[in-house]
C-alpha cells in the first residue's frame, strides 16, 4: 500500500548558512536553473512548531527554489533560528544525508570539479555485488553539504534480472 496519488519525488530541500554563496555554487557548478523566490516567514504563534518543528520565534529569512535538470527540484532556506544552530551533519548521524547526482562520464565530471576548486572526497570508487558497474564519489558545497556523483552508462548488475529497476535520471519515464 502506498500513499494514495503519490508519483516520485518533487524537491529536496536543504538550509544553507548564505545563499548566495549556495546559489553561485548550485547554479555555476552543478547548472541549476533559478526558478523562483519567496520572502520571509515568521509567525507570532505555535505555526513554526507545528508546522516545520522548529522553535516558534525562528524565521525563514529566505527561500530560493531551483530545477536541476532531469531530476529533483531543490528548495532552498535561510533561517534566522530562534535557539541556535546545530553543524552540519555527517552522513553517520542520525538525519545524516548527501544527494547523488547522475553523470555520464565520472572522470570528465571529477575533472570539471576539481578545476573549479569543488572539494573532491578521494577518488572514484568502483562498486561490487549488486551496484557493479557503477562509480562514485562524493564532494563537498562551500557550506559542508555532501553530494555525490554516480555513474553506471552500462548499467549496474542488478538490472541484468530485476523485474523493476530503479529511476533513471537519463531515461525518467522508465
Known amino acids: 500500500m ?69 531530476g529533483a527540484n531543490l528548495e532552498v532556506f535561510k533561517y534566522a533560528a530562534a535557539d541556535g544552530q546545530r553543524p552540519q551533519p555527517r552522513n553517520s548521524d542520525i538525519g545524516g544525508h548527501h544527494l547523488a547526482l547522475y553523470v555520464q562520464d565520472m572522470d570528465a565530471a571529477v575533472a570539471y570539479l576539481r578545476d573549479r576548486g569543488v572539494e573532491v572526497m578521494g577518488e572514484p570508487v568502483a562498486s561490487r555485488q549488486a551496484a557493479e558497474g557503477q562509480r562514485w564519489v562524493y564532494f563537498r558545497a562551500p557550506w559542508g553539504m555532501q553530494f555525490e556523483l554516480v555513474s553506471f552508462p552500462t548499467g549496474k548488475a542488478y538490472e541484468r534480472e530485476a523485474p523493476v529497476r530503479l529511476w533513471h535520471p537519463d531515461d525518467p519515464a522508465n
Open 2 to 70: 502506498a500513499i494514495p496519488g503519490i508519483s516520485g519525488t518533487d524537491h529536496f530541500g536543504f538550509t544553507v548558512p548564505d545563499l548566495d554563496e549556495a546559489e553561485r555554487f548550485l547554479v555555476d557548478i552543478l547548472g541549476a536553473e533559478p526558478i523562483y523566490t519567496l520572502g520571509a516567514k515568521r509567525a507570532d504563534d505555535e505555526w513554526m512548531r507545528t508546522q516545520i518543528g522548529v522553535h516558534p520565534r525562528t524565521v525563514i529569512e529566505e527561500i530560493r527554489f531551483y530545477r536541476l535538470h532531469t
